[in-house]
């Protein structure tokens, strides 16, 4: 029972599924307006199933500590992210929706999700420090995964994209071994930071230097975890929370696929609204955690959050789209346009500059910022 009450809110999700798949047919009949409204609704549906999922995540976070922790959130997001776009292509979707997808969930992991929490956090703090070893390590491979699958393609010949395809599925596959193993091995500091903490005297007698800083690492909880969050609960109900709300989600997105593409048509919505919606839905979780680190003063889980959610997005999400466009014998535009590489090569190099020095300020933060309502208003214009 106490299990039923604390995961009362998937019950939400759970019902629209079945009134979806109950309904579906009805909804489509009725008309674009009701498919709009029916689309709206289970959207609310999957960002509810997709925060139990990371509520979750974050409490194996939390237990096995970083830099597994932020690493359990980036894969559980990517792993959201996957099944909506494979289930969206599934159903037609427009051939640029993985690339607009992975295009746009860089932009908000870098530009919103880093900018704003650096906006707010310097606001709070001033500077906030960080290991610029991750901030490097991230830039250099997201450049590396989004050059070799993403600006290539262009010049790849058509007959020849099956050649390309399946190369560009062993480089990210290799990629992300070696990333992998740095970050969980040897090289794991340069995703860590040891905070200072404060020894409290523990009586009257106490010497003053007690309350210096320690640099040692803290102990505290993961960022953004509550009090009711860091309770103590069964790893295995975890996991399977995790595996049960990513197939729910996958459920609700096959449906609000029909109804989405079903209330779009003809209206003239920009085809990167769809992708923005699904980069959206799929970060969500990612943004609460990432800005409540930084409230915190603790910005190397944002940096983690951030620049980890985009590498793992790039560096997961193309071999396995690359995987399905082979199986099907259909290949997806992944090549970016000049606006969107233009936009790419802006925010990198943004960020390899503000991320160079170890601190993050205001200043850092509103330029990526900026970038990132950039990147909204030429979405809506159709660029």
Known sequence: MSLIRQERSLFIPIVMAVLAYLVEHAILEAGQAASLIGAALLIGAIVIASMRVAHHAEILAHKVGDPYGTMILTLSAVAVEVIILAIMMNNEASPTLVRDTIYSAVMLDINGILGLAALIGGLKHGEQPYNDDSGKTYGVMILTAMGISMIVPEFIPRDKWQYYSLYT???????????????????????????????PPADKSTSAAGDIPSQGTSQAPSPGLSHAQTHPQSTAVSIAVILFGVVLIGGLAEVMSVL?????????????????????????????????????????????????????????????????ALYTGQPFVMAMTPVQTTMVAITLIAAA?????????????????????TFIMLSFIGL
């Not at 915190?296 to 071999?319: D, E, K």
């Not at 205001?362 to 990132?372: P, V």
């Open 169 to 199: 599925i062993f480089a990210m596959i290799a990629l992300y071994g070696l990333f992998l193993r740095m970050q969980v091995g040897t090289h794991s500091y340069f995703f860590s930071y040891s905070y200072p903490t404060r020894q």
């Open 353 to 373: 500059i503000n991320l160079n020095d170890g601190e993050t300020n205001a200043i850092e933060g509103m330029t990526h910022f900026i970038l990132f309502t």
């Open 260 to 324: 989405a593409d079903a209330g779009l048509e003809g209206t003239g919505a920009p085809v990167a609204l769809t992708a923005i919606l699904v980069a959206a839905i799929s970060a969500a979780p990612e943004i609460l955690t990432a800005l409540r680190a930084a409230l915190n003063n603790r910005m190397q889980a944002t940096v983690n959050i951030a620049m980890g959610a985009s590498l793992s997005t790039v560096i997961l999400t193309v071999p396995v789209m690359e995987g399905i």
